[in-house]
C-alpha cells in the first residue's frame, strides 16, 4: 500500500513534492514509484487547523449566552469538529488514510505541528495505522529525501500532542470562562467592552502595563558630578572624578577639599592601553532575529515570522521556529565548504580566519530538535536574489551576514584609560581606539555600537591645563518597550518575579509563551485593543488600563502561574506528567476565579460605574460647536462634527496626567476642574492644579 504523507499546508506539501516526481490529483500529489518510496505515495495536506474544539453551545444550550449563573463552563470530555469551509479537504485526507496502513507526520516539526496532525489523524476515526515522523529542519530536495529515508517512530511524537492539547484546551477553558466571568461584572459598572483573557496574553498585558505605571510614577532627580576639561599638549580631552552626589553642596564640598578653582592645572599619571577582542556574534534563533529585525527596520515579531517562513519554503534558510543559537557539525562542515561562494553573493569579500568549529557557535550538546537559522546549502542566482522583496532579502542578508561573521576575525580595539590628577583629585577617561573593524565590517550600515571618544596622544607626568566644574544632570524615567523588546521581555520576564522559585522556573520555561507562539500572542493583544503601537513604541490603551485594573492581585495578571502551568507542559511532553491532572488543576482554577474575582473588582478600587468611553460613547456636548458631542478616539478626545469643520479635540495625556472622560466632562460643562494631583513640570517635578478651557485650549489655575 501507498503510505500517506500529511503536510500541514499546501506550501510545504509542494516542497516536498519538489524532491520526488509527482502526479497532481485533487486535494493530494502521487509520488511516482522511486527508490525512498518503492510503491510510491501520497502527499495529501492540512489548512492549518483543519480540526478544532467545539464551542460551548455544543456542549450545553446554556452555554450558547453569557451569563454569570451558567459558568463555569467545564465539559466532561471535549468534543472536535471540522473547521467552517474545509469539509472538502478533510475529507479527502479521510479517504486517503482509511485506503493505507502507513500515515507520515510531515506537519511543521515541533509541538503544534504533532496537534495538528493527531487533530486531523483522530477526528477521520483511523486506528491501528503505522504512523511515522518526518523531521528535518530544511525544505532542500536533499535534506526532504534523506528525511524521508531516515522516518522517525511517533512515541516522542505523541507526547508533544498530548502536551499541545493540554494546552489548547487549557487555553480554551481560561479564555472561555475568564472571558465572559470579567466581561459580565465590568459590564455591571457601565462598561460595554468585551474583554478577552488569555493564559499568556493576560500577564503579558500586565507586565506592559507595569513598565507604564513604573514611568508615569517615575520623579526625575538631580545629581552632581565632578567634571574636568583638560588640554593636553596634542588635544583636548574630558574626565569625571568619582563621586554623583544627590547634592549640589557635597561635590562643591569635594572641590573645597581640594582646594580646586576653576582653571587649575592637571598632571596626567597614567595612560594605560589594552587591546581588547570582541568576538563574532551568536547564530540567530527567532526572538535574536526578531529583535535584530525591528531594531534595524521596524519589522513587528509577527511580520519577522511570516518573512522567514517564506524564506523558508523558498529554500534559502533553515527552519525559522528555533530557539537555539548553535548548530551542528553537519552543518558547520557545509557552511565552511561554501563561505566564498556566501561571500560573493553579498559582495562582502574577506580571508577567511578560520575554518575550525567554535564552540560559541557549533556544539551537538545544545542543539534539540533544531538548530539555528543559517542559510541553507541552495545558494540564490544573483537574478533569484535580485527577485526577493525588500523586506526578504533584509532578512535572507542578516541570517546570511551573522552566519558569515563566524568565519570572521574578532573586531579588535585598543582601550585607554587615562587618570589625571588636579591637586590630589583624580579624573578617569577611558577612550577608544579601533584596530581592526573584523566582523563588523559586514555590518557597516547597522551602526550598532557606540565609540567612547577618541583621546589625543597623552604622556605619563605631562602637565595638562584644566577647567572644573560641578555639572548637574537629572536621572531618567524607564523606557517604554518598543515592539521589537517585547518577545525580550516575554522570554526574560522571570527577573520581574519577586519570589526566587517563581524566577527559576520562569527561566527553566523561558518565560511567558514559545518561541514560535510570542509574536501571535502579540498580535492578539494589539488585536484586542489592549496595547497600541506607534513609531514602534508599544504604550497600553484605556481598554488594556481597565482589564489590568480589574485583574491586579489575580494569578491571571502573574507571569509565574503561566510559567508553573507551562513547566508541568513540558513534562507532558516528555511522558513526566498527565493531561488529566493539568486539566482538572485548571477546573480548579477556574472555580476559584469565580470565587475569587468579584470581590476582588471591588477591593481594586474600581467604582460602581467605571467611565468606560469608546468611539460611539458621547462624554458631553461640544463646547465650540454646540452640535456635535466629544468623544473617546485612539490617544485623544475629539468631537464628532469634526468631518463638518469642529476642531475641538483634547489630549489623552497633558503634562504627563492621564485624562479620564470625568475630568473632559468637567471641561465641556463646567470649563474647569477640580484641583487634580500629578501634573509634571519640564524640570520634572509633580504639582498639583485646576484645568482650565479658554477658548478652545487648556490652560492651568493654581
Not at 464551542?55 to 467552517?84: C, H, M, N, T
Not at 588640554?231 to 569625571?240: F, L, N, T, V
Request: aromatic letters at 10%; proline letters at 5%.
Amino acid at each position: 500500500m501507498k503510505p500517506v504523507i500529511v503536510a500541514e499546508k499546501p506550501s510545504q506539501a509542494k516542497a516536498y513534492a519538489e524532491a520526488f516526481k509527482t502526479a497532481k490529483r485533487e486535494g493530494f500529489l502521487e509520488i511516482i514509484p522511486d527508490a525512498i518510496f518503492p510503491e510510491g505515495a501520497y502527499i495529501t495536506w492540512g489548512i492549518g487547523h483543519l480540526v478544532e474544539l467545539k464551542e460551548p453551545k455544543a456542549y450545553d444550550p446554556k452555554w450558547g449566552k453569557w451569563s454569570l449563573a451558567a459558568l463555569p463552563i467545564l465539559p466532561g470530555d471535549y468534543q472536535f469538529q471540522v473547521a467552517r469551509g474545509k469539509y472538502q479537504q478533510f475529507n479527502i485526507i479521510k479517504k486517503l488514510i482509511q485506503q493505507t496502513d502507513t500515515v507520515i507526520n510531515a506537519c511543521d516539526v515541533d509541538r503544534e505541528g504533532s496537534n495538528i496532525f493527531y487533530s486531523i489523524y483522530y477526528h477521520t476515526g483511523a486506528k491501528g495505522k503505522n504512523i511515522k515522523r518526518l523531521w528535518i529542519n530544511s525544505l532542500e530536495a536533499d535534506e526532504v529525501r534523506k528525511g524521508f529515508q531516515e522516518l522517525r517512530d511517533n512515541k516522542q511524537d505523541l507526547l508533544l500532542y498530548q502536551e499541545a492539547r493540554a494546552r489548547q484546551i487549557s487555553d480554551w477553558l481560561v479564555g472561555m470562562n475568564g472571558s465572559r466571568l470579567y466581561s459580565l461584572l465590568l459590564q455591571e459598572k457601565g462598561i460595554r467592552e468585551v474583554f478577552a483573557i488569555g493564559r499568556v496574553q493576560t500577564p503579558t498585558v500586565y507586565l506592559i502595563y507595569q513598565r507604564e505605571k513604573e514611568i508615569e510614577a517615575f520623579v526625575p532627580e538631580p545629581f552632581y558630578e565632578v567634571e574636568g576639561d583638560f588640554q593636553a599638549e596634542k588635544g583636548k580631552y574630558k574626565g569625571k572624578a568619582k563621586i554623583k552626589a544627590k547634592v549640589r553642596q557635597e561635590a562643591e564640598d569635594l572641590l573645597e577639599k581640594h582646594a580646586i578653582d576653576p582653571k587649575e592645572e592637571g598632571t596626567v599619571l597614567q595612560v594605560k592601553t589594552a587591546e581588547k577582542r570582541q568576538p563574532a556574534p551568536q547564530l540567530h534563533s527567532l526572538s535574536t532575529l526578531q529583535a535584530a529585525a525591528n531594531r534595524k527596520w521596524k519589522y513587528s515579531p509577527a511580520k519577522v515570522l511570516s518573512v522567514m517562513q517564506t524564506l523558508y519554503e523558498k529554500k534559502l534558510v533553515s527552519y525559522p521556529r528555533t530557539d537555539t543559537q548553535h548548530i551542528t557539525n553537519a552543518e558547520f562542515s557545509y557552511l565552511a565548504k561554501q563561505v566564498e561562494t556566501y561571500q560573493k553573493l553579498i559582495g562582502a569579500e574577506f580571508p577567511v580566519a578560520s575554518r575550525a568549529p567554535k564552540k560559541r557557535f557549533v556544539d551537538n550538546a545544545k542543539v534539540q530538535e533544531h538548530y539555528a537559522i543559517i542559510p541553507t546549502k541552495s545558494i540564490p542566482t544573483a537574478r533569484k536574489l535580485e527577485g526577493l522583496a525588500r523586506d526578504e532579502r533584509n532578512l535572507y542578508e542578516e541570517v546570511l551576514r551573522t552566519t558569515l561573521a563566524m568565519f570572521h576575525r574578532d573586531y579588535r580595539y585598543a582601550e585607554t584609560k587615562v587618570t589625571t590628577d588636579v591637586k590630589g583629585l583624580h579624573f578617569f577617561t577611558t577612550g577608544k581606539t579601533e584596530i581592526d573593524k573584523g566582523w563588523k565590517e559586514l555590518f557597516t550600515a547597522a551602526k550598532d555600537s557606540k565609540s567612547d571618544p577618541a583621546l589625543p596622544e597623552l604622556r605619563e607626568q605631562e602637565k595638562v591645563a584644566a577647567k572644573v566644574a560641578v555639572k548637574e544632570g537629572m536621572t531618567t524615567p524607564p523606557k517604554p518597550y518598543t515592539e521589537g523588546q517585547l518577545i525580550a521581555m516575554m522570554k526574560t520576564c522571570g527577573k520581574f518575579a519577586e519570589d526566587a522559585e517563581d524566577s527559576e522556573i520562569l527561566k527553566e520555561v523561558e518565560g511567558l509563551g514559545t518561541e514560535a507562539t510570542r509574536s501571535s500572542i502579540i498580535e492578539t493583544i494589539k488585536r484586542h485593543e489592549y496595547i497600541q503601537i506607534k513609531k514602534n513604541i508599544v504604550s497600553v490603551t484605556e481598554k488594556g488600563r481597565i482589564l489590568c485594573q480589574a485583574i491586579e492581585g489575580n494569578l491571571l495578571s502573574s507571569p509565574s502561574m503561566t510559567a508553573k502551568w507551562e513547566s508541568y507542559l513540558k513534562k507532558i511532553g516528555r511522558g513526566e506528567g498527565s493531561p488529566e491532572v493539568f486539566l482538572a488543576t485548571i477546573g480548579k482554577f477556574i472555580e476559584k476565579l469565580l470565587t475569587d474575582v468579584p470581590s476582588q473588582l471591588q477591593t481594586n478600587g474600581l467604582p460602581d460605574r467605571v467611565e468606560m468611553v469608546n468611539s460611539k460613547d458621547a462624554i458631553a456636548l461640544c463646547p465650540r460647536c454646540k452640535k456635535g458631542s466629544i468623544v473617546s478616539s485612539r490617544g485623544f478626545f475629539s468631537c464628532t462634527e469634526y468631518a463638518n469643520g469642529c476642531k475641538q479635540s483634547f489630549p489623552a495625556t497633558f503634562l504627563k496626567k492621564r485624562l479620564t472622560a470625568k475630568t473632559i466632562e468637567y471641561l465641556c460643562t463646567k470649563g474647569k476642574t477640580p484641583v487634580m494631583k500629578g501634573f509634571v513640570s519640564k524640570n520634572g517635578k509633580k504639582f498639583s492644579a485646576k484645568l482650565i478651557l479658554e477658548d478652545g485650549k487648556l490652560k492651568m489655575e493654581f
